[in-house]
C-alpha cells in the first residue's frame, strides 16, 4: 500500500518510513524544501515538497494514498501559540485533506500522552479517561486529537498516544542520559519517586502499523479508536537512567537534588531560549510535566485488539540505543 508519512525527517517519522520501506509499502513522505532527504531518498520515497500548513502540498500528498500517518509536530518552541499551530492547527489541515480527497485515505495521528495527562493515584492512563494535559504541549496535542475526531465521520482515523519514546536517533533523551553516563551521576530531581511508561522507537512503529491495518475508528465523542502504546512495565528516573548507564558500560552515582532546582534550571533554559532565538525542550512549560510524580499508562487495549506485543523491555531497549549511538561515536 501507499502510506503517506508527515514528520519523516524527524526521530519517529525516520524510523517509521524505514520500517515501511523493509515491509515493501510505497513510501511518501511530505517534507520541507530545507530538510535534510538523503535517507528518505535512499529508501525510495517519493518526496512531496511542502508542509502541513500548505494545503496544495497537502493534498498532493495525501492523493493516491491509502493511509496516512501524522507524525509531524512540534516538541519545543519559543512560544507556546507555536505548539497550538504546529500540533492542532497542523493536524486539522492533515485531517481536513483527507477528508477532501477523492478517494479518503486511513488517517492515524500520533499524539501523546502528553495529551491524556499525568496518571493518578498509582494507575496507570487508560484510553476512557477523561484527558486532563498539564502543558500548553499537552494542550495543543489534544487540539490535535479533537481535529481528527471532528473529521471522524469522513474519515476512518485512530489516534496512537505514546509515552516517552526513546531508540536510536533520539535527539532528546537518549543524548541526556549518555551525557550524565560520561560524567558518572544520575540527577533525580525530588524527594519522591516519580515514575514513568516508556516506549522503544521500533515498537512504537510496530504499534503504529498494527493501529494503521486493525485499529478501531474514533468518533466525535468516547474513548474508541484511541490507543496507548507502552513498552511494558513502568520504572522510575533512577531504574531508566541508571539502564542507559549499564548498557554504556559506565557506572554511575544517584544525585538527588530539590525540586527547586529544576524550577531555576527551567527559567534559565527559557531565558537564553528567548536571548537566542532557538528552542528548547526544557522550559517552564516543560516543568509542568516534570514536576508530576507518575507518567505512566497501559497498552492492555492494544495488546488485546491488535496483538500489539512490544520486544524491548527496558534494558534491551537501552542497549539497542546505546549501540547505534556508539557505531556513531556519540556514546
Known amino acids: 500500500m501507499r502510506v503517506l508519512v508527515t514528520g519523516a525527517t524527524g526521530f519517529i517519522g525516520t524510523a517509521l518510513?524505514?520500517?515501511?520501506?523493509?515491509r515493501g509499502d510505497r513510501l511518501r513522505a511530505l517534507v520541507r524544501p530545507t530538510s535534510r532527504t538523503e535517507a528518505l531518498e535512499r529508501l525510495g520515497a517519493e518526496l512531496t515538497l511542502g508542509?502541513?500548513?500548505?494545503?496544495?502540498?497537502?493534498?498532493?500528498a495525501v492523493d493516491g494514498c491509502q493511509v496516512v500517518v501524522h507524525v509531524a509536530g512540534a516538541v519545543k518552541v519559543l512560544r507556546?501559540?507555536?505548539?497550538?499551530?504546529?500540533?492542532g492547527e497542523g493536524t486539522?489541515?492533515?485531517?481536513?485533506?483527507?477528508?477532501?480527497?477523492?478517494?479518503?485515505?486511513?488517517?492515524?495521528?500520533?499524539?501523546?500522552?502528553?495529551a491524556a495527562g499525568p496518571s493518578r493515584n498509582g494507575r496507570p492512563r487508560r484510553e476512557d479517561d477523561a484527558p486532563a494535559p498539564v502543558s500548553h504541549y499537552g494542550e495543543s496535542k489534544l487540539a490535535g486529537e479533537r481535529a481528527v475526531r471532528a473529521v471522524a465521520e469522513r474519515v476512518e482515523a485512530s489516534i496512537v498516544r505514546p509515552p516517552i519514546v526513546y531508540g536510536p536517533r533520539d535527539r532528546e533523551l537518549m543524548p541526556q542520559l549518555l551525557r550524565m553516563a560520561r560524567l558518572g551521576f544520575v540527577l533525580c530531581v525530588g524527594s519522591v519517586e516519580k515514575r514513568y511508561s516508556l516506549v522503544h522507537v521500533a515498537d512504537l512503529c510496530e504499534g503504529i502499523l498494527a493501529v494503521a491495518e486493525h485499529g478501531q475508528r474514533v468518533s466525535r465523542e468516547g474513548a474508541e479508536g484511541i490507543y496507548f502504546l507502552d513498552g511494558g512495565p513502568?520504572?522510575?528516573?533512577?531504574?531508566i537512567a541508571l539502564a542507559a548507564c549499564t548498557a554504556a558500560g559506565r557506572r554511575a552515582r544517584v544525585v538527588r537534588v530539590p525540586e527547586l532546582a529544576s524550577v531555576a534550571v527551567a527559567a534559565v533554559s527559557s531565558l537564553a531560549a528567548a536571548v537566542t532565538g532557538k528552542a528548547r525542550v526544557l522550559s517552564l512549560d516543560k516543568l509542568k510535566e516534570i514536576r508530576e510524580s507518575a507518567w505512566t499508562c497501559t497498552s492492555e487495549r492494544a495488546r488485546r485488539e491488535l496483538g500489539y506485543a512490544p520486544r524491548f523491555p527496558l534494558r534491551e531497549g537501552m542497549a539497542d540505543a546505546v549501540t547505534w549511538f556508539r557505531a556513531q561515536g556519540l556514546a
Open 17 to 22: 518510513a524505514a520500517r515501511l520501506a523493509a
Open 51 to 60: 508542509d502541513v500548513a500548505d494545503p496544495a502540498a497537502l493534498a498532493a
Open 80 to 87: 507556546a501559540s507555536e505548539f497550538y499551530q504546529a500540533n
Open 92 to 114: 486539522r489541515c492533515v485531517a481536513e485533506a483527507c477528508a477532501g480527497a477523492a478517494h479518503p485515505p486511513r488517517l492515524v495521528y500520533v499524539s501523546s500522552l502528553a
Open 234 to 239: 513502568d520504572h522510575s528516573w533512577e531504574e
